[in-house]
């Protein structure tokens, strides 16, 4: 017995010197901890000065970001509501985020503007301009915010122009963790305004430096320049629009370029977006022109933007069969669907990709590959039957995709 307790004894010996051996080798303890789950990271933060010292230092987080993440959940953007609904993606079944955000504002209502690789761009507005929140203009402050770690920034204010009024078409967020661990907001503003043409610049803030820059380099457009989308792909931010071209800009070249799109199917004159956004490094598209077919193609954008390609080809038959308040009759459409696509979701085997789709009252997750589907969530009551039965709550440009991150937003 006492040869086996020796034996023991020494076995013990050399696993606690194998345990304090990679505890205090950082490269060794660093791949171990990258590849534990994100919210183990953040606990173990506690265990030690050291090991705080080690995650919260932005090689980690750099490292991390190294790791393919998948989109852990969406959160909703009710313009009814200051809540935020949100729809859980994962395996497990972890609490949302947050429901109301203030960001130490308790006065100003916070709203996300933009996710992009697991940071949230977001902007504070007086609680009576709520209903005009559409309007850059009436925002007060912007923030970055990482809603895995609960840290922010609000952004320094954006600096002054004087003389006429000038319009803020749109403010984006851009951040590659697989690049750099700093993160750049571009704000769009138009510096001189005519009938025709309207001259724009951009102001970019850069998380390095702490401040606000203007851009050398201006660009042309329309004076009701819409930027819709605002989605970050390919090292550019990305910008849809239904009348005029669709741009995208270079952020390290500052330059803004034209994005080609799809040819508009004859007979209709003006596009209709059903989807637009980016996962796992692919950038996405849906049009469908025929009253919300259940018939209809992804169409996914090239790296060299040359050209949109059909990636995935789309038959929702199966869940209007299943969920008949899907079709919604009237006199002028009697075979009109009624669903909106929330989020494509690209996974680390393509076979695994799905769409996000809302019905009236739930969520519904399909897979591109088998076309099998199954309901992800219940949305609550809204307090009127009529609308619990037939109202599409939420789009596209509601939804922002959580991707769970150690970034530091400083």
């Not at 183990?40 to 090991?51: A, E, N, P």
């Not at 009236?360 to 609308?387: C, D, W």
Request: aromatic letters at 14%; glycine letters at 4%; one cysteine or more.
């Amino acid at each position: 017995m006492s040869v086996q307790g020796v034996k023991l004894d020494t076995s013990i010996t050399r696993a606690i010197s194998l345990a304090e051996e990679i505890a205090n080798n950082d490269d060794l303890l660093t791949e171990l901890l990258i590849r534990l789950p994100i919210k183990s990271s953040v606990k173990f933060k506690s265990v030690s000065k050291h090991w705080l010292s080690l995650i919260s230092n932005p090689h980690f987080s750099v490292r991390l970001s190294l790791v393919p993440r998948l989109t852990a959940g969406l959160f909703l953007r009710n313009v009814d509501s200051t809540e935020y609904d949100f729809i859980n993606l994962a395996s497990s079944s972890p609490r949302a985020p947050f429901k109301l955000l203030t960001l130490g504002d308790e006065s100003s209502q916070i709203m996300v503007l933009q996710s992009c690789n697991g940071l949230l761009l977001c902007c504070s507005l007086k609680a009576q301009e709520f209903a005009r929140f559409l309007d850059f203009n009436f925002f007060e402050n912007y923030y970055v915010f990482n809603p895995t770690t609960k840290k922010y920034k609000m952004l320094p204010p954006l600096p002054a122009r004087t003389g006429v009024f000038r319009a803020v078409p749109g403010i984006f967020l851009a951040f590659d963790p697989s690049k750099s661990p700093h993160y750049k907001v571009i704000c769009v503003r138009s510096i001189y305004d005519s009938l025709e043409d309207t001259r724009f610049e951009m102001l970019i803030y850069s998380s390095k430096t702490g401040g606000w820059q203007v851009s050398v380099n201006t660009f042309l457009g329309p004076f009701s320049l819409t930027l819709l989308g605002g989605v970050y792909w390919n090292g550019a931010i990305h910008w849809i629009n239904f009348w005029q071209k669709s741009l995208y800009l270079d952020v390290e070249e500052e330059e803004v370029r034209e994005m080609p799109m799809p040819p508009i199917p004859d007979g209709y004159e003006d596009r209709i977006f059903c989807y637009f956004g980016e996962s796992g490094g692919h950038l996405h598209l849906v049009e469908i022109y025929n009253n919300l077919s259940v018939l209809f193609n992804v169409f996914e954008m090239e790296k060299d933007y040359s050209k949109w390609f059909v990636k995935y080809q789309v038959d929702l038959r199966g869940i209007a069969t299943a969920y008949p308040e899907m079709l919604f009759r009237n006199y002028v459409n009697p075979d009109s669907f009624r669903y909106s696509i929330l989020c494509l979701v690209r996974e680390e085997y393509d076979d695994d990709s799905y769409v996000v789709l809302h019905l009236s009252k739930k969520a519904i997750r399909y897979n591109l590959k088998e076309k099998t589907f199954e309901t992800l969530h219940q949305f609550a009551p809204s307090g009127s039957k009529i609308r619990d039965k037939f109202a599409i709550q939420y789009i596209w440009s509601d939804a922002f995709q959580h991707i769970e991150s150690l970034a530091c937003v400083w």
